[in-house]
């Protein structure tokens, strides 16, 4: 049966109000603290917590009041296409967004954990506006320049401004990893961004590491002295 254009019209009104409203609801959080007095609200969140490979990177996003921007969500939930797509949005409708990276040198000798504090606060620090409050995925304990802040539990899903932080932390990671891949072609590093797949560990037990690699991660796989 051939669907009308009307009918055609219709799904499309319905699945545009369904959106509205998740992203209404992903916005709770902001919302609350705009009525608190808090004008601007920034988000902070990481990638690269977890691989064997590379730097750690973390992004904090302050959104304009009220600001809905279609598709956002836990950049894990997203394709690499759509997480492109939005990483250029976000970037173009912020009022200001700033990254902060720490090399795995430096997560080999202050731990992941405190690198992953580290990249927050360069990300908080390469912000050209202040925010006025900010919500940081899980993390406590992060110097946010004397902003106050609140951690959220699973964040990503939760709010807004942590989304649009997911998706830049995770979009500059993978493209960093991307530009990285070809020098050292036998990791396949293009394909799990230097997680611990088997192939990865595989590959590490065969060839050793790279100057990239966390000595404290692989250690586990192979003898590093």
């Not at 609350?32 to 990177?57: H, M, Q, S, T």
């Not at 942590?162 to 072609?185: F, L, Q």
Request: hydrophobic share 35%.
């Amino acid at each position: 049966m051939k669907v009308t254009e009307s009918e055609k019209i219709e799904k499309k009104r319905i699945k545009a109000e369904k959106e509205h409203k998740r992203l209404v609801e992903l916005s709770k959080f902001e919302r609350e603290y705009n009525e608190k007095g808090y004008e601007l609200i920034g988000g902070i969140d990481e990638a690269g917590r977890g691989p064997l490979f590379g730097p750690v990177v973390a992004a904090c996003v302050v959104l304009p009041k009220d600001c809905l921007i279609e598709g956002v969500n836990d950049s894990k939930k997203l394709s690499e296409k759509k997480r492109e797509s939005l990483f250029e949005e976000i970037k173009e409708k912020a009022v200001a967004w700033g990254v902060g990276i720490v090399d795995n040198n430096t997560i080999d000798e202050i731990n992941i954990l405190e690198a992953t504090r580290k990249a927050m606060h360069e990300a908080v620090s390469n912000l050209q506006v202040k925010p006025d409050y900010i919500f940081i995925d899980a993390e406590k304990h992060v110097d946010t320049c004397n902003i106050p802040y609140l951690p959220i539990v699973k964040g990503d899903a939760l709010s807004i401004n942590i989304a649009c932080a997911s998706i830049i932390a995770k979009v500059t990671r993978d493209r960093m990893i991307d530009e990285i891949a070809g020098k050292y072609p036998e990791y396949g590093l293009d394909k799990h961004k230097g997680y611990g797949t088997k192939a990865h560990i595989d590959a590490i037990k065969q060839y050793g590491i790279t100057p990239l690699h966390r000595k404290s991660f692989c250690k586990n796989f192979v003898d590093i002295k």
